[in-house]
């Protein structure tokens, strides 16, 4: 073997038990009580925590967007994801009019892959649908990338779907045996209330979640929960965050459809509260934080199964760039950083007994996986998967400051909130890539992901 680790607690979704987890060529070997090997490297886990390493599916590294590109590349966002213990981040590739779906992913590999610090996979967004690209659908999935998102809003920088294209992608998702992912707010609402609101000289952050708030994303849930469940296709929510879609959720989920949700944490921890902050325009993502009542309704979803999972949604702009908006919510680019606070956030709401444990890693590894088609090469600690370890120290007292966080981004929104306990040690197949506080990988490390679903 190569490493050993010993003595730790070992957590998985189902599981919470001591043994000790040997390790060879990035593989988990063998998991027993007691394991010796005088070759291997020995890591002590007495008194802490063995988890997978998270799985965020939803991350925009270095993508244009608002008029520049997010200021994370791929290798300062994959590093910030090892430093967090997510050992997998599922990146957005958009397709460009006129390119085909390979492409796109090729496209954006080719950029990421000597970059990559973990292991990356992408879902590709269909912006340009032709009856080519229908047809090209079942050779993405023969690729390994057998999931797609459409954005329902976004239609004046061109990348939304309009509800013949979600249809017909929905359609031919389900016959592929791909999944859709949707991004659901509702662009002439947004639209006709910020024009309100501008003629009004209603300018400030708050009017960004005014534009937007609770019942505009509802809507959207609504409609697209509908074409999922005539056509019984699989559909994916990305960052659900309002009360009414997650009850909509919910009830499709009992009636039997194959609905996945996905929350936050921005939209665990913060409310619309933080958009009438003098700093405001730093939070402002969409969808925004919702009310209390919302947040409330997330955290229940989360205890009845109905979140199925979490992501960050990861799309840091700088300060400077975000100042662009500080007279006028519609200048600000949208988007935060959060790829290396999910993991310790939701593990940190467990230690403090809010859920528990394996939850944690249910949610925010193993169901990924699994919806996305790499269990069980990942999102579970199980011989003969990949060795994407975190080992965690329940006892640590961390604050979030921008100065202990490894991406490029200049400020936090995470900025002074305190965590009950820290990722001491992230493997990425049994590479040691980050320590104590300490980035130890290197970019190009990290393997693009071919999956397959069901
Ligand atoms: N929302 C954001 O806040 N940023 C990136 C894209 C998105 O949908
Ligand atoms: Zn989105
Ligand atoms: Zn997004």
Redesign the pocket.
Known sequence: MDVIIKNGIIITALETYKADIGIKNGKIVTIASKLDDSSAEIIDASGKYVLPGAIDGHT?LQ?P??GTV?SDSYEAGTRAAACGGTTTVFDFAIQQKGHGLIQTAKERDALCAPQACVDYAFHVVITDLRPEILDEFQDSVNFGVPSFKV?M??KKEGLMADDGMLYSVLKKSKEVGAILAV?AENPDLIDIRTEKFLKEGKTSAWYHYLSRPEFVEAEADKRAIHWAKQLDAPLYI??LANKEGMEEVKKARDEGYEIYAETCPQYLYFTNEVFKREDGRNF????PMKGQESQDALWKGIKTGDIATIAT?H?PFQSYEKDWGKDDFTKI????AGIENMYPYMLSEANKGRLSFNKVVEICSTNPAKIYGCAPQKGSITIGGDADIVIYDPTKEFTISQNNMHSDSDHTIWEGVKLKGYPFMTFSRGKLVYKDGEFLGKPGWGKFLRRKRK
């Open positions: 925009h993508m967007f608002g997010s954005f809003v976004y991004h990305v960052h402002v993502c969409s969808p949604d799309c680019p949208n988007g935060c």
